[in-house]
């Protein structure tokens, strides 16, 4: 039986639409994620839909409140967490927030990146495989399947809607 661990993942974008807002992963030492880049989001909570989630956890881990948002894709890990278990995301572009942002949270330093230099940061090696697609203007959804072994992809697919 597939029964994933539900989680979000958000890209806010800036207004000139060149960068977008990650958090650099530099606080925590046992931190799975310790010195990669990757955006925001993170586990669904028992009693909440997935925008809700999106909108808590960039709230708690940026400041800014998450006033409107693209659903660009779906992406199935199984055998991603540290411990073998599976995980579903619901990977968002947000377009356009309020409120004041942090300069960190206790995961770590949040920074403006280019979008035309995401290919250079440290970051989990499949984010790469569908970065693109969160930004580009085709405005099919995609859905993707990225099995993991040891830390690291084993294959990737993908279709449109």
Not at 99 to 118: H, I, P, S, T, Y
Request: net charge negative; proline share 4%; charged share 30%.
């Amino acid at each position: 039986m597939y029964t994933p661990i539900l989680a979000t993942l958000g890209f806010i974008l800036s207004p000139d639409r060149q960068q977008t807002l990650l958090v650099h992963r530099n606080k925590r030492a046992d931190d799975d994620h310790l010195g990669k880049y990757n955006g925001l989001g993170g586990k669904m909570e028992r009693q909440e839909d997935i925008f809700s989630c999106l909108r808590r956890e960039v709230r708690e881990e940026s400041g800014l409140i998450c006033e409107e948002a693209t659903l660009r894709g779906t992406v199935s890990w199984p055998g991603f967490g540290s411990g073998g278990e599976d995980w579903f995301g619901f990977i968002y572009r947000i377009d356009k927030v309020s409120g004041m942002l942090r300069e960190a949270n206790e995961e770590g330093d949040l920074q403006w990146c280019r979008l035309d230099a995401l290919h250079l940061l440290p970051m989990w090696e499949g984010d790469k495989y569908f970065l693109e697609m969160i930004f580009d203007h085709d405005p099919r959804i995609f859905h993707g399947c990225m099995p993991y072994r040891d830390g690291r992809p084993v294959s990737w697919r993908y279709s449109r809607s």
